[in-house]
């Protein structure tokens, strides 16, 4: 099935009966529900929309990852390819020269878990054998039909991101019948094929794909009703951080939106996240405590 296409209602039958308590990697268990955890995002690339280019060194990004571990990160999401709106494919052999050595390092020192954000099957079996213990697939395993493979063999979670057509075409398809309910049928219908592979509920995380293949009002929509997601009962994570419709809000570049950034990793707390995507995690770390306290004290 088409990665562009919408898929069939009869996928919810796949929604288990309880949201996991755990989020299930090889070597560690994170758990779900007491917090909300925080994904630190390290891009090892040099067009990246915020920080491209600061990492490229190996060491420096090294260096930059154990600090965000220090900072409160629970995960740290390495990536080789820059997804932003019209960025280009790169070859396989380049991502695994950007992110293998960093990978080989940071699973030696790091006390976290380490993902691997990538769409192809060579860089992702690569990694894991490397040390990483999650996979952040942008297409949710539709770009590269060896991806599950992968995944099922290893017993890697995955995090399944709703996208339509690639980072270099994704803009052209934001028109949407009903934007909630087509990114819930996507993505559960991604579910359906992982479940069926053989992961487990509690190694399977939905992502709405802020900014890839919406607009600004349509990421301010999905935010607005992240509840409808969270109601699914499946582990739910969303990238906020720096993105384009903060800066559209207040009229300032990437480099200065963290307080934009603050309040929206607050609607996706108190929204039902359960893991928020961030480059700042020290800061982002203080705001999800807050609002943790406060949604441990919301009526439902």
Known sequence: MSANQSHPLSARRILPDAKPS?????????PLGQRTLVMG???ITPDSFSDGGKYLDPAAAVRHALELVRD?????????????PAAQDIPEEEEIRRVLPVIESL????????SV???KSGVARRAVKAGAQIINDISALHHDPEMLRVAAENGTPVVLMHMRGTPATMQQYTTYGDLMREVEDYLLAAVSECINAGLGYDQVVVDPGIGF????????????????LASLRLPLMVGVSRKSFIGRILGLPSEERLEGTAAAVAACVLGGADIVRVHDVREMVRVIKVCDAVRSKMKR
């Open 22 to 30: 755990r989020l299930r990697c090889p070597r560690a268990t994170l």
């Open 117 to 119: 954000d990538t769409r």
């Open 213 to 228: 293949a919406k607009n600004a009002e349509q990421n301010l929509e999905i935010l607005g009703n992240l509840h409808k």
């Open 107 to 114: 699973a030696e020192k790091a006390d976290v878990p380490i």
């Open 72 to 84: 409160g990160a629970d995960i740290i999401d390495v990536g080789g390819e820059s997804t932003r």
């Open 41 to 43: 995002i390290l891009n």
